[in-house]
């Protein structure tokens, strides 16, 4: 699959995500997550998060920090989890280009906040797990796998190669 072709499935499978938990080292070495808004996928993959660089973890982050964003559709029975690696961006022009309505509920005093900062999580492999079926459906497929001792067929799942 060429990095196009990555982008695009990416695309496709967080399509209607909105909000992903980012999981990323705290100072102490322990794994710390939040959720955040996902503004865009570019052109290249990257995925890009309005941040606040008030925040502690925001001014602590190293670049290149190792990072996974997961994402769930419940409504959808979709998971997606990016692995890669994250930077904060003082893009001014990126900013008001991504800037929107979801944003400025995150920064009260609007598209003007000196606090205003970008992630980008430059993804390096994303795995995707995809049930079609409602939840009453799973659970006549995995009782069918445990009747005939078969594996039971939960949906599709795979990899893609963002780097």
């Known amino acids: 699959m060429t990095t196009s072709e990555a982008t695009i499935k990416l695309r496709a499978l967080l399509d209607d995500q909105q909000v992903g938990m980012l999981t990323s080292p705290a100072p102490s070495g322990e794994l710390h997550s939040r959720p955040l808004t996902l503004c865009e ?3 290249d993959g990257n995925l890009w998060f309005f941040v606040s660089n008030d925040a502690d973890w925001v001014r602590g982050a190293n670049p290149g ?3 996974n964003v997961a994402f769930v ?3 959808n029975q979709q ?3 990016v692995a890669g690696t994250a930077t904060i961006h003082d893009d001014e022009a990126k900013i008001d280009r991504l800037w929107s309505k979801m944003a400025e509920a995150y920064f009260p005093d609007g598209r003007d906040d000196p ?3 970008l992630l980008a999580v430059d993804g390096s492999t994303a795995e995707y797990w995809d049930v079609p079926s409602s939840k009453l459906a799973q659970v006549a497929v995995a009782a069918k796998g445990l009747v ?3 594996k039971a067929d939960m949906g599709q799942s795979g990899s893609i190669d963002l780097s």
């Open 73 to 75: 559709d419940e409504e």
């Open 41 to 43: 996928v570019d052109d």
């Open 79 to 81: 998971w997606v989890s």
């Open 148 to 150: 005939t001792k078969s």
């Open 65 to 67: 920090v190792a990072v």
């Open 115 to 117: 606090a205003i900062r």
